[in-house]
């Protein structure tokens, strides 16, 4: 009798102790598949992306962005789920601190106002392809809050001029600031939803890594103005990323040329895009080949340089692979062909 109690007790104590190892949180990350979005069409409302003062012939198909779903760096993974998406298709498994490495978590949520530089290129890129003459600012892309930027200069506002001295670049606007003296005052001439406008910055304060250092608490980037200009208020910020840019200077292109390249077709775009139509590779390739399947997109544009990443060498998708937006452009006006232009 007395083994018997024994043993039972091992065997409990046993699944107690399998119970919380499964339970447990992990520090692993999973990706999946997210949802797609039709950029250029809606089947009711107002399509993501619009040329503003303008109507434009509406696409006759879609133009799909992808997207990744990813849990986050407090989400409690547990050992059941990462067994389980590791022997999933288009899934993946990562330590956090691969993707999370760079996240302060005592900073969430976030302690200042953005705008997404990479949909602002990708945009400008495909209205720079449509023979619209594009010019770059340097722009503000976050305002911390507690500074004394923070509601006097605004993301997306465009730096014409400091304390009337012409600004053309992201690191003149840093190299001036830094040789300000903390306490002086600032004059700021932007351009704001197309209007010029000339705000006060009424004392720089020391950087929060170098108190020595003056700072109006922004961050600057390049931005673009050309007209006419894209509304992008309909755009979710998980299709703002830069693994949407390709997707996003193709709707660019189309909007703005009012072409109808489509031709009924839906084709799901995924790839970084430079300025200068340069198309690079996106982490979580499959899961965006996912997602563009699950849209039921009849064809996806990937980066060249993402071929060797495809877990299966023959989906039961077409896929083409581009190294430019320009070549992307020909996969939808039919100029190139999908037989022309290499698959993976």
Known sequence: MKKMWTSISAAVVLVACVLVVSLAPTSYVLWSAGPAVNLVDAATGAPPLTVEGRDVTRAHGGLFATSLSQSGPTDAVTLPQIIGDYFLPDHSVLPRDAVYASVNLSLQPAASATVSSSMDTALAAGARQAGIDVKDYPIVTAV????????????ADLIIAIDDKPMATADQVREYIRGRQVGDQSVVT???????????????????TNGTVPSMGITVGTGYLY?????????????????????????SYELLTDRDDLAGRAVAAVGQVSFGGEVSPVSAINEHVASARDAQADLVIIPRTNCSDLMDPT?????????????????????????ILPTC
């Not at 704001?192 to 929060?208: C, M, Y």
């Not at 007209?227 to 709707?251: K, R, Y």
């Open 144 to 155: 911390r809050q507690k500074s004394p930027a923070n509601q006097v200069l605004l993301p």
């Open 190 to 208: 932007v351009l704001r939803a197309g209007e010029k406008r000339v705000v006060t910055i009424d004392a720089l304060v020391g950087s929060p």
């Open 227 to 251: 007209s006419p200009a894209l509304d992008t208020n309909g755009v979710d910020a998980a299709f703002a990323g830069s693994a949407q840019g390709l997707a996003m200077a193709l709707a």
């Open 315 to 339: 989906p039961d998708i077409p896929i083409v692979a581009v190294r430019s937006l320009a070549e992307a452009i020909a996969v939808l006006d039919g100029g190139a062909g999908e037989q």
